[in-house]
């Protein structure tokens, strides 16, 4: 199953000198939903009965059940969290093209962020 995460490469309001992986996104610029949702539709709003809210999830192509953001984002070796080269290997960055500053309501983590962009395949 292909999933989505948003890593912020420029500067983040209090966090400049940091690389900030985005989870728990409650507001999205409807430009980048769109360009993510064009690529993998399975990146939508959906409830998540753990939070009891509304957040951009990853849900399965078949049944649609959300893979929560915790088991893809939280735990050491998950999907956005390599804690090696060879586990961020295993990722995809697709650069989305932003013009301006933009907003986004989400929860951010710092750590795995320079891993991901120096060993991921660039697509």
Request: a negative charge.
């Amino acid at each position: 199953m292909s999933v989505v995460s948003i890593i912020a490469e420029v500067p983040i309001e209090g966090h400049e000198a940091e690389i900030g992986i985005f989870s728990d996104i409650t507001d999205l610029p409807l430009e980048i939903a769109k360009f993510i949702q064009d690529k993998v539709p399975t990146f939508k709003r959906v409830y998540s009965k753990t939070t009891k809210s509304k957040y951009y999830g990853n849900t399965c192509p078949n049944c649609r059940v959300l893979s929560g953001d915790f088991h893809l984002h939280c735990e050491p070796g998950a999907p956005f969290f390599p804690t090696d080269e060879d586990e961020a290997k295993r990722l995809y960055l697709k650069e989305i093209p932003i013009g301006d500053k933009v907003s986004i309501d989400a929860g951010i983590g710092f750590g795995p962020g320079d891993l991901i962009l120096k060993y991921a395949k660039r697509i």
